[in-house]
Each structure stands twice: as C-alpha cells, then as structure tokens.
C-alpha cells in the first residue's frame, strides 16, 4: 500500500469499524434499556407487524374477557331473581294445597288467600326490579341478547341468550288472571276440589321458571368455557410475542461487551492510523 499524507486509508477503514462497533453497542444498549429486541421498523420489519397484531388481538382479548364476566354477571343476577321467584311458588303451592283440604273455614281461606296474594305482589314486584346494566331482565323481549365472547365478528365469537329466558315472570303472566287477587278469588264459596285444581296452575309455573333456571345454567357454562378458551389464547399469544419482541438478557449482554470491545479497540486503533501520515515526514 503507498504511503500518502493526503489520503489515510487505513483512518477510514478504523473509522468505519469504529462507526459499526459503535452502532452496534448502542443497539445493545438499546435492546437491554427497554427489555424489547424490536424497538423499531428495521430491527425486524417483518417481526415489527406480527408483534403489533398480537398486540391488538390481546387487547381484544381482554375486551372480551370483560364481556364474558359481565355477561355471567347478568345470568347470576337473573338466576337469583328465578330463585326468589322460586320460593315464593312453592309456598303459595303450599298454602293451595292446604286450602284444598276442606278443613278450613272462610276466615282461615281468607287469610291463606290474603297470604297467597301478598307473594304474588311480590314476584310481581321482584320481576319488575329485576335488573342488569339497565336491561330489565324479566319482560318480553323482541330478540336474543347477543355476548360478544371472542375477537372476531363471526358465529365463533358469539353467544346468543334465547329470548326465552327474560319472558314475563309476573304473578299474572305466571297463574294467569287480570290481577293477583283473581288467584285466589272465589275460594271461599267454591268446593276444595276446584281449589286443588290451582295446583296444576302452580306447577306449571313452577316448571317454567324451573326451565328458564335450567337454561341459564346451560348458558353459564358456555360463557364460562368462552372464558377458558379466552386464557388460553391470552397465555399463548403472550408467549409467542414474547419470543418474537422481548429481549434475551444473556444473548444481547454477549453482544453488548463484544461490541464495547470493538469499540475500544477501534478508537486505539484509529489513533494509530491517524499517526501514520506522520511516518511520511521521515522520507522527506
């Protein structure tokens, strides 16, 4: 190689190792600070895509998350109101069974009827109050509660909550009648056997707030698997964006002194190199 006072090839070479070792410490640097090995577009430009959608889809999840707890929370609070509703039934089948022993007399009828339609009022009153989030859950409704449960818009990603489960539990859309006093209207001078016969009326609405309870149970355990199968795609994605985004402490460490090294020896040597026009002057 020609030795050369104007051109110092040998400082440019250093000089570029410098720059090199130099830019690879600071992305080590870089790497170690924020904990991530993708801190921008040309780190990995093709990682930098897959992490920022595993992103989203876990925000996503945790969206949904929250809308199967609350859609739980919304069959809990139904279910206990059926449960209420529940108890009040069988007593006032209690209470028709004994009124259609024919022991009684009218005081005694009246009184078992004045209690009869006292509960009465109160499912009434229960199903009136019967409340999730503003959504009165015991009237008719024209449609399904839909439960978003999954990231996408799709049949997957969906629970449907039949109507059905939220029809009238009022006294008189339960036993009939205009009002809850026509229950028990007349028993005083009708015969015990047309009494006992309210009994079937009693069952069956026994048995269909028994149904509805049945299917919220059903529903529960669907919305509780949707939860299940929200964690696990949660604990997944978390671990595949880990891999592709978060630093490896022991790797980058390694690099981070390798490159520190360089860097050191490359400005020893450039000021090695920066001498060597000097050696010139001794030729002359």
């Given at each position: 190689m020609a030795l050369t006072i104007k051109t110092n090839l040998s400082s440019l070479l250093v000089q570029q190792n410098l720059n090199?070792?130099?830019?690879?410490?600071?992305?080590a640097m870089r790497k170690l600070t924020?904990?991530?090995k993708i801190n921008k577009a040309s780190d990995n430009a093709a990682g930098i895509s897959i992490a920022n959608n595993w992103i989203t889809q876990l925000g996503s999840i945790d969206?949904?998350?929250?809308?199967?707890s609350m859609g739980n929370d919304l069959l809990s609070t139904a279910e206990s109101s059926y449960d209420l509703i529940t108890s009040h039934l069988q007593r006032i089948r209690d209470l028709t069974e004994q009124a259609a022993n024919g022991t009684y007399g009218s005081q005694s009828i009246l009184a078992i009827a004045s209690e009869i339609t006292a509960r009465l009022d109160e499912i009434t009153r229960?199903?009136?109050?019967?409340?999730y989030n503003g959504i009165n859950l015991m009237?008719?409704?024209t449609a399904d509660i839909r439960l978003q449960v999954g990231i996408n818009n799709n049949s997957n990603s969906a629970i449907y909550l039949s109507k059905d489960l939220f029809a009238k539990a009022t006294a008189t859309a339960?036993?009939?009648g205009s009002s809850s006093a026509d229950f028990t209207a007349n028993w005083t001078t009708v015969p015990a056997s047309t009494i006992a016969a309210k009994l079937d009326v009693v069952d069956a609405a026994i048995n269909n707030i028994s149904a509805r309870v049945t299917s919220i149970g059903a529903a529960q355990n669907r919305v509780q698997s949707a939860s299940s199968?929200?964690?696990?795609?949660?604990?997944?994605i978390t671990s595949s964006l880990s891999t592709i985004r978060d630093t490896d402490v022991a790797e980058v460490s390694s690099e981070y002194i390798q490159a520190q090294i360089l860097q050191q020896a490359s400005a020893t040597?450039?000021?090695?190199?920066?001498?060597?026009?000097?050696?010139?002057?001794?030729?002359?």
């Open positions: 090199t070792a130099t830019n690879s410490l600071n992305n924020t904990g991530y969206i949904a998350t929250e809308n199967t229960i199903s009136g109050n019967a409340n009237e008719d409704k339960l036993v009939g199968d929200l964690t696990i795609q949660n604990t997944n040597l450039l000021a090695t190199a920066n001498q060597s026009p000097s050696i010139a002057l001794n030729l002359i």
